[in-house]
């Protein structure tokens, strides 16, 4: 890596390997549009993504890629996996889009080469990461605050605050506030067997607050060969879960409260030409407290604590000039602890489980003509231990995943168009987390480690030009899970205490296809108008496939609709931005017998915004207006769960 020093202003160069696999990435323009909607808003919009939004503005939000299930999706930040002590799912409302460099979903494995053993065991992931201070010579200090209002009583405040420290050195500073009643109006409408309506009232939500804070800071280095960073996160949330509509009853009584913290830190360095090698470290603590006050339920009133330790180090050696080598170890330790707050003591039978997890991946990428392939393997080993550390309770669990990734690029050299035939194999494993088996309504003893057999074959292509057809591309891409004892979660009354179970076998075939263009009139004026077009279709068949003698066999795996898409119109036009989204999610099952009691019926929404901005001496003020699930659709992501009707968000938002 090399490094020279201009006007105080350091620049950073280095080789960058080519991602054999590419993924769905925000970055640039569309970044900098996608800052003014919240996280789950902006990947709600990618190929094979099923959102699980429970109850608008304050619910979870989770995503499922390619039927794989929320707990099989992986989520990164800053190149460290996010672990989740409530039940192995990342919340998305817990991020903001305010600080994001880059946002990457990618199905199968990261296409990187030089990564953590922890990246190869993804079957899905989703990588957000926060912009590095940049500075201009004219300024050390970067600012933007913004503030979004919307229906139901929601207001989120929000600053981004960089300095230049000098010595190649930066920091940042992040805050968000989130401010909701939730008590939005909805209708529940049930029919029996037969048809006949059984219920249909319009009520309000109750029991659907949220105040939360959100804290990000960030220091970063450059040094001779490398840089570094450190970074800190702290969230703090106080909730009321409003629980499923079930028979016309509605109200809930159940409070949760988490804070989550970590420290984690990144080091890269280019010790020669052909060696680099980089430092990944983590120490978080989770803190989670649930009490159940409602009447009509047993008594609850517990919490859990985790703690995490985390720790990697990853190398890369360049053999020749296209082809590399890798090696990378992780070591992954966490613990869950449960008090009876009731009592103000631990309860008696339960074990205080611990866990050690060590990762080791071997991987290999070269290049030949116009082709890239890259394999590698990965060992999982867990050990699972009880409150007397010389205790075991479980078994060891380990396992061996290979992978071999390919891309063929008989256009790789052309700016203009970009062709490119890509595929994939790769095995994965994924052990009950701690979540699964202490928190869930099941007992841990019952389930298995899942086992994933994927195949992946796409077709890229894309094309330039300076005309008024300015940019056009196509993707196509069919794909195979083969799953061995699938984990499935749901909630079964209440969204702090999951079920979880294994499905025995399940078989997943499906395909994706997005189109996209961008065009440009009235290219001879000052302020051209443009038209950027994305349209995006999913088919999938989710199938439990255990023993031909279960009611439920061959059917659809709960919560995974046959068909969904989405279609995104963008005009923009001397600094406004006019935004059409459509969004549709077909007919699914809410449990795994596919009869006509569990149907979900299909959903869509319009939604629409306008954006405008300002220029105002140094600083830029951007302003949007927002109106979601425009025609007012009723409708559920989750059943039992209605979401919001029509609303309204205004956004303003000032940078210098």
């Keep these: ?127 957000i990461t926060t912009q590095r201070p940049r500075f201009t010579d004219s300024t050390k200090t970067n600012f933007r605050a913004s503030l979004r209002g919307a229906s139901h009583y929601y207001i989120n405040p929000s600053l981004l605050y ?41 009520a309000r939500r109750n029991n659907n607050r949220i105040n939360s804070v959100r804290v990000e800071g960030s220091l970063n280095g450059l040094l001779e060969r490398g840089l570094w960073s450190i970074y800190a996160y702290h969230y703090t949330s106080d909730r009321g879960i409003p629980g499923p509509i079930v028979n016309n009853i509605w109200y809930r009584g159940e409070e949760l409260s988490e804070r989550n913290s970590f420290v984690q830190g990144n080091m890269k360095l280019d010790l020669s030409e052909s060696y680099r090698t980089q430092l990944n470290f983590k120490f978080g603590y989770d803190y989670l407290h649930y009490e159940n006050k409602d009447e009509h339920a047993a008594t609850v009133d517990e919490s859990f604590r985790q703690f995490e330790a985390y720790l990697s180090t990853s190398h890369l050696y360049k053999v020749y000039e296209d082809w590399v080598a890798t090696g990378a170890y992780d070591l992954h330790f966490n613990n869950i602890l449960k008090k009876d707050e009731q009592r103000f003591q631990e309860p008696l039978n339960y074990p205080r489980p611990w866990r050690l997890k060590h990762l080791g991946s071997l991987a290999t990428q070269g290049s030949f003509y116009k082709i890239q392939c890259q394999a590698s393997v990965l060992g999982t080993y867990v ?20 992978a071999l990734l390919f891309a063929y690029s008989p256009l790789r050299y052309s700016r203009d168009r970009v062709f490119t035939i890509q595929a994939y194999v790769k095995q994965s494993f994924r052990v009950p987390s701690y979540s699964d088996r202490y928190i869930s309504e099941i007992e841990g003893t019952q389930l ?40 499935i979660a749901y909630p079964n009354g209440s969204l702090y205490r999951w079920t979880m179970a294994n499905l025995g076998r399940a078989r997943i075939i499906g395909g994706d296809v997005n189109l996209f263009s961008t065009a440009r009139l009235l290219d001879d004026f000052d302020n051209p108008l443009e038209f950027t077009t994305k349209v995006q279709y999913t088919y999938q068949q989710a199938r439990d496939i255990t023993s031909p003698y279960d009611t439920y066999y061959q059917h659809q795996i709960p919560n995974i609709p046959w068909h969904s898409g989405s279609a995104i119109l963008n005009v923009t036009w001397m ?76 956004t303003i938002a000032a940078e210098r």
Aim: charge should be positive.
């Design 448 to 487: 298995k480690a899942e086992n994933m057999l994927q195949y992946s074959l796409g077709v890229n292509y894309a094309n330039r030009s300076d005309g008024m057809l300015r940019r056009y591309g196509l993707s196509t891409e069919v794909y195979f899970h083969d799953v061995t004892n699938k984990i």
């Design 383 to 402: 050990s699972n231990f009880e409150r007397d550390a010389s205790h075991q309770q479980y078994n060891d669990e380990y396992s061996l995943s290979p």
């Design 1 to 127: 890596m090399l490094l020279r020093a201009q006007h105080d202003m350091v620049a950073v160069s280095a080789k960058r390997y080519i991602k054999v696999i590419q993924p769905m990435e925000l970055t640039g323009k569309d970044l900098n549009t996608s800052r003014m909607y919240s996280m789950a808003d902006a990947v709600r919009y990618y190929s094979g993504i099923q959102l699980k939004d429970y109850v608008g503005l304050a619910g979870f939000k989770t995503i499922n890629v390619r039927s794989l299930g929320s707990e099989r999706m992986r989520v990164f930040y800053n190149g460290i996996e996010i672990s989740n002590p409530l039940n192995a799912q990342v919340d998305l409302s817990r991020f903001t889009m305010d600080n994001v460099g880059s946002l990457a979903l990618y199905s199968g494995q990261k296409g990187d080469i030089f990564q953590s053993a922890s990246d190869y065991a993804s079957a899905g992931s989703l990588y």
């Design 162 to 202: 960089e300095h230049n420290l000098g010595n190649y050195m930066s920091t940042s500073l992040s805050v968000s506030i989130d401010r909701s009643a939730g008590n939005y109006e909805f209708r529940y409408l049930r029919r029996n067997s037969a048809g006949k309506i059984v219920y249909d009232s319009v």
């Design 575 to 650: 600094g406004f931005a006019l935004n059409y989204s459509f969004l549709y999610t077909g007919e699914r099952y809410s449990r795994q017998e596919n009869i006509s009691y569990y149907k979900m019926q299909p959903w869509y929404t319009h939604d629409l915004s306008l954006m405008k901005q300002i220029p105002l001496g140094r600083w830029n003020l951007r302003t949007m207006l927002e109106v979601n699930n425009l025609l007012g659709q009723d409708y559920e992501i989750v059943a039992n769960y209605p979401m919001p009707g029509r609303f309204f968000r205004v």
